[in-house]
Every structure is written in C-alpha cells, then in structure tokens.
Nanobody, 114 residues
Framework: QVQLYESGGGLVQAGGSLRLSCDASGSIASLYRLGWYRQAPGNQRELVAQ??????TNYADPVKGRFTISRGNVKNTLLQMNSLKPADTAVYYCNLHMLGLDYWGKGTLVTVSS
C-alpha cells in the first residue's frame, strides 16, 4: 500500500520562500512520476511541477523560474518555492503516478500574505 506524506507548508510573506517535502511509503516501481499539485479555494486542482524516474522535470507556466522540484531519493521529492506570491496560496498535494495509478497525499496548506 503506497502512502504519501507532505510537510513544509505554512504562512509566508510575499517574496518569501518555502520548501515542501513529500515522503512515500510502500513499494515504488522503477518507472514513476512524482509531482506536486495545488488547489486554491473555488478552483480546480492544478499541476505545479513533476519529476520523472529518469530525472526529467515539467513545470506549470505560473511557477517557472520560481519553483524547483527535485528528488531526494526514489521515495522523496522536494519542492523549493521562491519569490512566493499571494496567488500561490493553496493546498499543495503530492502525487505519485505509477503503473497507471495515481496516489495522493492529504495536502499541506501554503498561505502567502501580501
């Protein structure tokens, strides 16, 4: 059974930084994609960034140049968020996609004050 645990959310002023961490438990396939999504109140969940098992990355346009996703190890991913804006306020969810299935964490709240 795969489970994902996010940490690192909190309250920060605009222009500040936060680092989110996601740890996975259970068996991970050799081919997988770890990512971060976010959902603001009243909005749909949207992709923030992804990193694949081959190291390739993908970013949503609003966060390019400000956020960096990385793999700590096969069961961990980090999201470094710099130059945060109030529009980045959302619940951030860790996602693992492997073998055609999606696994989700419970989310961590990021609040950026103006």
């Amino acid at each position: 059974q795969v489970q994902l645990y996010e940490s690192g959310g909190g309250l920060v002023q605009a222009g500040g930084s936060l680092r989110l961490s996601c740890d996975a438990s259970g068996s991970i396939a050799s081919l997988y994609r770890l990512g971060w999504y976010r959902q603001a109140p009243g909005n749909q969940r949207e992709l923030v960034a992804q990193v694949s098992s081959d190291g390739s990355t993908n970013y949503a346009d609003p966060v390019k140049g400000r956020f960096t996703i990385s793999r700590g190890n096969v069961k961990n991913t980090l999201l470094q968020m710099n130059s945060l804006k109030p529009a980045d306020t959302a619940v951030y969810y860790c996602n693992l996609h492997m073998l055609g299935l999606d696994y989700w964490g419970k989310g961590t709240l990021v609040t950026v004050s103006s």
